[in-house]
């Protein structure tokens, strides 16, 4: 998606370590015109699938998630990190490793919104290692739902999402995908 | 606001002691072509103020801030509970105490997205005793900026947000007022 790719070029960090800060238009300060674009872009790739919900993790999957779920219509379920007093005590519940925060997080979802027989499109910032989105994936497996597809920002398709998630067989679409970011470069896959 | 009081009557749960779950539309699953609807609707009273950045704190502030960001196009800035990676080392920092956790959080912004001269308007799930808001009215003056308008989608006016705010003298709207949740009542406000 070119008006992403050129927004990560002209506002977008490479910190070394495979991390891109993009805090001034998704993480942090969000764009919400591009965020708003993201998600019809998503909607446009993902309509055919017939989902019936949208799975997101807190926090900076939300922006990009509601938008994809308004153009598709659909509600969204974002897994908490923390369980809130409003939730019921029997939850599912997973333990997903995050590369950015250097710990494990814990992902939360609440039986009420969803249920066996859904079908989950599973939309998130990142596809990196595909560590968060394969705790979704076992979120929506314990509801006895099923994951229809799945959907990131920005792939860095160096640190293998892609090869872990293709056991699923569903379709997975990153809006745009980058390849290299070694000694401070920024490189784009022309495929996304 | 007609919509959001309904769907409040229909799907809202009074848990007692203050708390009004809304897990199933808000602050879990989100509608989003009512968090939209509520987005247009703080446009429409609060575009006059001729704000330059809306500021809401994550997790469950980002869903109606970034609807009201699109709806008058400005950026959307949360505040982080914990500090990112990405973020440099100084940063704006402030503690505000949460009723629905029972203890304090941490409210944190960078200063690359809230700068001296900048008109504020803050947008929250729910103007309670005001102790987040207050705490995003801190980071914004600490920024040199100035809030020009508080927007709540859920007020709670027997908890005295609104009197904790008055000193600041800006417009607060909140889309509903809920004036009494005792004994598993929930009573609205007409004026909203």
Known sequence: MQALKERILKDGKNLGGGILKVDSFINHQVDPELMDACGAEFARRFVKLGATRILTAEISGIAPALMAA??????????????????????????????????????????EYLAQGERVLIIDDFLASGATILGLVRLTQAAGAQVVGIGALIEKSFEGGRQALAQLKVPIESLVCITNMDNGKLVFSEVS
């Open 70 to 111: 308004r153009h598709l219509r659909l509600p969204v379920v974002y897994a908490r990190k923390t369980k809130p007093i409003t939730m019921p005590d029997a939850v599912y519940l997973t333990v997903a490793p995050s590369h950015t925060k250097g710990r494990a997080v814990e992902l939360i979802v609440s039986p």
